[in-house]
């Protein structure tokens, strides 16, 4: 039905999402315990890292029927490996070359770029999502544009919302 294939998208764009904050989070942890050498952040940045990982995991079910998505995540998974093992030397460097080895990993920037290519693709994971809500959408545009506006205009708004919507998704 119309509302389980609503629920279905909201749940992909939520996972997206949320698979992004987690490895933003597991980013500035990183940062933060190069900065000082906390242990307990050592493993909150795993945490987070491993709740990017299942989410991702989630994804992959979840949009089982949509090549673009798969081939997205096609391409997320060995990125991920590589922020992975990006974030394992940066960790053993501050372990066992101390602060300023740690730092030159940071400021070299691979994790950073690795982190934004991964949280680029998320958001085009949600962004897609958003083409199978456009018909309820529209939907509900016309009704309001019905009730609030004479007919004459319903379609200049109609326009307007769906090229603003054109100009998010390029």
Do not use: C, M
Request: proline residues 3%; charged residues 30%.
């Amino acid at each position: 039905t119309d509302a389980e294939w609503r629920r279905h998208t909201q749940e992909v764009r939520f996972a997206a999402r949320s698979a992004s904050e987690h490895l933003n989070q597991a980013q500035s942890l990183v940062r933060e315990f190069v900065l000082t050498g906390d242990p307990h952040l050592d493993s909150r940045t795993r945490e987070q890292l491993a709740e990017t990982l299942k989410i991702t995991h989630q994804l992959r079910r979840l949009t089982g029927r949509n090549p673009a998505q798969q081939a997205r995540l096609d391409r997320i998974e060995p990125l991920l490996r590589d922020w992975q093992q990006e974030l394992e030397r940066t960790l053993e460097g501050r372990r066992t070359e101390g602060l300023e080895a740690a730092v030159r990993r940071v400021q070299a920037g691979t994790g950073r770029k690795l982190s934004e290519t991964i949280q680029a693709l998320f958001l085009e994971v949600e962004q897609e999502e958003l083409v199978f809500l456009l018909p309820g959408l529209l939907e509900l545009v016309e009704a309001i544009a019905v009730a609030r506006y004479p007919g004459s205009q319903k379609g200049r708004i109609e326009n307007q919302i769906l090229f603003g919507i054109q100009g998010i998704n390029g």
